[in-house]
């Protein structure tokens, strides 16, 4: 279950779109300052809609309400259209990202076009994921570019970096603490880096326009949690409520450690990049909220990534090459069985390399071609040093290796004036995979081995501008996704593997109606699509008892609805955010027990609404903005085995939050969630007869979501303000 993988990121790059320009702002962690009237926090959504068809989401992180901890991306994913997030439970535990009812590992995750999976993991942890170089997220749903892969049946998101070269050095330093012993610390500098020009002893970056040449980002964090809130434990009769009692969660803890060091910048037309990203966890992994709890049982994961970027541009194009390397050990132990099958203190290293160089070039008038190629190689081995298979002659030891590589072409084709785009794209996949291990070594009944899979992904994007700020889209693509390395081993905690497991391919439409109105004093953004998606040999997680096991359903189908809208009235003195999907999945197994069923780990429905007020107040050269809001996020009913039987009952939570901008660069802030301290849910059990059963809320069963609880935030940028060159005004 785990999938331990340090976030490092460079500029945000993606190969079949020009790169937009970063909008002029402040560098503090909120955004403070904006044009008056005119900004209303969505120009990083129009640019990519300006770029690409499809439905997809920019979230600029500086623009995000509410205080969130560095290890709270899962709660603003979440809180995207189309994007479910199922956790384990608490700050750091285990969260996996679902879009448009696909599977975790149907989603693939980038930090700036560099693929997040690793060999030891394959489903991303989004708690392994910090914010804190992060300066913008991108989901794309649907339609997904030909940079990040013919695998993404679900969608693809890339995470986009923090890395702003401004004239000025910039210091920044923020602290957090919450309920369940949780806190953090954070530091952060950029430092510009002057350079001799010809004539003179040093350039004068007083004269420089907005940015400096080159900089040199240091960052480091520390987050940490008890994870300790109580808990409706059932004991260990989940049908029988005399054994009940409220619990305290134990072995929920974590600490993370992350240190980054960024050298970017340009020169005329060239830009580049070059990170190294250091990343440690040490956690508790928690067992099912029934009778006793797992006490011994930890996992730590420690890695290494560097991230190297060159790109030169002119004016009919670019071309740029993109590297990666990860170095990944993870040590998973389970000493007396609490957790998995057996005893088992597992030892897996792991080594990533991924190279991709990427091109755009104009074709003929009003086209544009984009190029791309990857490649990627994975090592792991597996140690094995706890004598887990009771003596049947198999040591659990392993070493694996994949080799996968890719092309793909996209046309960029604007008519009609550039109302009408067409973006038809084909990408080629191939992978060589080598698991077959000497006999007597590897997993019991093992059945890895070497074979190659290929996979041909064609898709076509559309879109119509029916007038300014209204445009009809739609795309259809093909995918095909071989099954990942946890899913054909598993890892010994709550994941079992299994080695028989056949590549997916699916099918995806979808087709809808975008409103954009300018942005002003009132400004509107909104969606509504239409989705289907069919599956063949749909890799689905099951639960069985405490364990999740993969399995190969002949057919499946995604279908649904979702919609969007960020409503913005009085200058942004009133924001109104929200979004709903609806799903209907149906299992097409053979199987007649799963035939016609929803597909696990699918809530039919989905809502989230946020609204939030404030007002900025200028006394007399102070000035400070204070801003509050409420939160309401609705998860319906879904179902745990592929034949309908045992569901996770539905549950809605509401949040407030508050903040307060002070001078523009001091940010203080505080959120509730779960204001309500909803810890209970009802639960009807498959056999005939038996009463209603009061169980812990949770997204997996049995693992209960913490009640109420509380985190607040203090940042503060020691970067004045610069004097605004347009009318400007904080908000």
């Known amino acids: 279950m785990r999938a331990a993988v340090a976030a490092l990121v460079v500029i945000p790059s993606v190969a079949t779109a020009r790169p937009p320009a970063r909008a002029p702002g402040p560098s503090s962690p909120y955004r403070t ?63 996996a990202l679902s879009l448009r009812g696909s599977s975790a590992q149907q989603v693939a995750l980038f930090l700036d076009g560099v693929p997040l999976s690793s060999g030891s993991g394959g489903v991303v942890n989004l708690a392994d994921l910090p914010l804190d170089a992060l300066g913008a997220v991108t989901i794309y749903r649907g339609l997904v570019p030909i940079a990040y892969g013919g695998a993404a049946l679900g969608g693809a998101v890339d995470l986009g970096s923090d890395l702003r070269c401004d004239p000025d050095p910039r210091l920044r330093a923020g602290v957090g603490a919450g309920s369940f012993a949780s806190r953090e610390a954070r530091v952060g500098a950029t430092v510009p880096l002057r350079t001799r020009s010809r004539g003179h002893a040093r350039l004068d970056m007083s004269k420089t326009t907005s940015t400096a040449p ?21 004991g260990e009769t989940p049908l029988d409520p005399s054994d009940d009692r409220l619990d305290r969660r134990v072995n929920n803890g974590y600490d993370r450690l992350l240190t980054q060091v960024a050298f970017h910048g340009r020169t005329g037309g060239l830009r580049y990049s070059v990170q190294e ?30 991230v190297a970027r060159v790109r030169r541009t002119w004016s009919k194009g670019h071309v740029e090459g993109v590297l990666g390397v990860l170095a990944e050990h993870v040590r998973f132990r389970d000493p007396v069985g609490e957790i998995g099958l057996a005893r ?65 072409i996209e046309l960029d084709q604007r008519l009609l004036a550039g109302r009408l785009q067409l973006a038809p794209a084909v990408r080629l996949d191939v992978l060589r995979s080598r698991f077959a291990v000497p006999a007597g070594a590897g997993e019991q009944s093992d059945e890895g081995r070497d074979h190659t899979s290929l996979g041909v992904s064609p898709r076509l994007g559309a879109r119509m501008s029916l007038r300014p700020g209204i ?4 795309s259809a693509g093909r995918y095909f996704r071989p099954p990942t390395l946890v899913e054909l081993f598993g890892d010994r905690g709550y994941a079992v593997g299994n080695e028989g497991l056949r590549p997916e391919r699916g099918t995806g439409l979808d087709a809808g109606l975008v409103v954009d109105t300018a942005p002003g004093r009132t400004s509107l953004y909104a969606h509504a699509a239409g989705f289907v998606t069919w599956s063949q040999d749909l890799i689905a997680w ?96 879904t179902w745990l085995d592929p034949s309908g039987r045992f569901e996770v009952p539905a549950r809605t939570l509401l949040g407030a939050f508050i903040e307060l901008h002070l001078l523009g660069r001091i940010h203080l802030g505080a959120e509730v969630r779960n204001l309500l301290g909803a810890r209970v849910a009802t639960w009807h059990p498959p056999v005939a007869g038996s009463p209603a059963v009061t169980v812990p809320i949770s997204d997996f069963f049995f693992f209960p979501l913490p009640g109420t609880s509380l985190w607040t935030t203090l940042r503060v940028d020691l970067q004045p303000p610069r004097r605004p060159r347009t009318t400007e005004r904080p908000i």
């Open 214 to 234: 080159h900089c040199l980002d240091l960052r480091a964090g520390y987050t940490g949690s008890a994870g300790d809130f109580r808990f409706h434990n059932i």
């Open 542 to 637: 099951a639960q069985t008892g405490p364990y999740l096991r993969p399995t190969n359903l002949d057919r499946a189908r995604v279908a649904g609805l979702e919609a969007a809208a960020a409503l913005r009235l009085l200058g942004g003195d009133l924001e109104l955010r929200g979004n709903y999907t609806l799903l209907a999945t149906r299992n097409g197994s053979a199987e007649p027990s799963m035939r016609g069923q929803p597909l696990p780990g699918r809530p039919r429905h989905e809502l989230f609404v946020q609204v939030a007020a404030g007002h900025a107040y200028d006394l007399r050269g102070f000035a400070f903005a204070p801003r509050l809001g409420v939160t309401v996020e609705h998860a319906a009913r």
């Open 277 to 306: 990203l250091l990343f440690f966890k040490e956690q508790g992994v928690p067992s099912m909220a029934t009778g006793a709890q797992a006490r011994h049982t930890r996992l730590a994961t420690m890695s290494a990534r560097t």
């Open 344 to 408: 088992d203190d597992l030892r897996t290293r792991a080594l990533d390399l991924y190279a991709s160089p990427r091109g755009r070039v104009a074709a003929w008038r009003g086209a544009e071609i984009g190029l791309v190629a990857d490649v990627r190689g994975e090592l792991v081995g597996v140690d094995e040093r706890a004598a887990s298979m009771g003596g049947l002659g198999t040591t659990g030891d392993a070493r694996r290796r994949r080799v996968a590589g890719g092309l793909g």
């Open 471 to 474: 445009s009809l889209r739609a």
């Open 33 to 95: 300052v904006v044009r008056a009237g005119r900004d209303d926090g969505l120009d990083a959504q129009r640019r990519l809609d300006a770029q690409r068809p499809g439905f997809h989401t920019a979230i600029e992180l500086a623009a995000e309400r509410g205080a969130r901890s560095a290890d709270g991306l899962p709660e603003i994913l979440a809180r995207s259209a189309g994007a479910t997030v199922r956790s384990l439970g608490g700050l750091g535990q285990f969260s």
